[in-house]
């Protein structure tokens, strides 16, 4: 299965690196599986943050690689003990998907960013105005374009 097209359902090139990242022995010292496989722990952030983030993407920025993978419908495990959530060790934390499972790499062509609200509102007007342009006088969609997007936009983002 190839990132980003190939043989089969294309996998985004940030799952693919993760992916790698939690199966490399190497690396078993800021990232693995979990015992059971249905998760992966970063061990250190800090130190993953600073020693692993950088070869592999374009940042060193943890809470943009926990923003990623959220953004990928990624979950932070939290542990039940005696009725209370359990807090993890500072700087390490537990994430889980359902799709992303020790020894099924197959699982990864199911895992879909998600769609904000706002990009479905776009993508719905994109069609509108394309709906529209066979009334319009040529060229005229080139300035009623960005009207129709600014009154969508802040009909949006208005309380």
Known sequence: MKPGGGGGAAVPHFLSKVWALVEDPQTNEFICWSADGQSFNVLDEESFAKKILPKHFKHNNMASFVRQLNSYGFHKVIQYESGSAKQERYGSGKYQHPCFKKGQEELLS???????NLSVCLQASF????????FMCPGAHQFFFPTILVSIIKGITSP
């Open 127 to 134: 069609q509108a105005h394309s709906d529209l342009k066979g």
């Open 110 to 116: 199911k895992i879909k960013r998600k769609v904000s």
